[in-house]
């Protein structure tokens, strides 16, 4: 593998992940805290209440972390503010998470619409590889594959291959019929979406 294709299979690894996020911030009842100063609040009682252990996760000092909760400060950095969203969100509304997994994983199944390169045979033929929008609702065995290789904190790659599957599964060997062996190929991936 060259240089590029390394890069590109992190880009749409990374958009599984991203898609992912985006799915669960759908999915939740009430806003997450938007101000500094409620974030650090929020993400501190999830800390039991520990300064320290707060800013050892953000990456900044305790005293920088007692300034956001008296008020002192409320203008964070790009990186800090990053860190806050990203804590706050992964933290947010935990039983609205699992509920909608548990309901993908058993009965639902997920919804994936992407834009991304497929390509079912070799190339110069009419089934090379090409960009297509695709959106296909995925049966709750690959869904709940996908979920459990994500809460185990699967790699990329593994996270990567089960939704390659479960969209070639659904879309192209529509569960099996004629074309239960065909490989596909999953790729170059421009965005990618979940839903719940």
């Known amino acids: ?48 209440g520990s300064t320290k252990s707060l ?9 920088t972390v007692q300034r956001y909760l008296s008020g002192a400060s409320s203008k964070p950095d790009k990186r800090l503010h990053a860190a806050l969203v990203e804590e706050t969100e992964s933290e947010w509304q935990p039983q609205v998470r699992a509920q909608a997994r548990q309901r993908a994983a058993s009965s639902g199944g997920l919804v994936i619409s992407c834009r991304a390169s497929f390509g079912l045979g070799r190339e110069g033929t009419s089934d090379a590889g090409r960009v297509r929008n695709i959106t296909v609702a995925v049966s ?27 969209i070639a599964d659904a879309y192209f060997r529509q569960g099996g019929g004629g074309r239960a062996g065909l490989e596909v190929k999953f790729a170059d991936v421009e965005w990618l979406n979940i839903t719940f």
């Open 140 to 166: 709750p065995s690959h869904a709940a594959a996908i979920i459990a290789a994500q809460e185990e904190g699967a790699t990329e790659s593994d996270l990567h291959d089960a939704v390659a599957e479960a």
């Open 1 to 48: 593998m060259t240089d590029d294709d390394v890069k590109r299979a992190a880009r749409t690894r990374a958009k599984i992940l991203e898609g992912f996020a985006r799915a669960e911030r759908a999915l939740f009842t009430r806003p997450a805290p938007k101000s500094p100063r409620a974030q650090m609040k929020f993400s501190r009682t999830r800390e039991k």
């Open 55 to 63: 800013a050892a996760r953000l990456g900044v000092f305790p005293k």
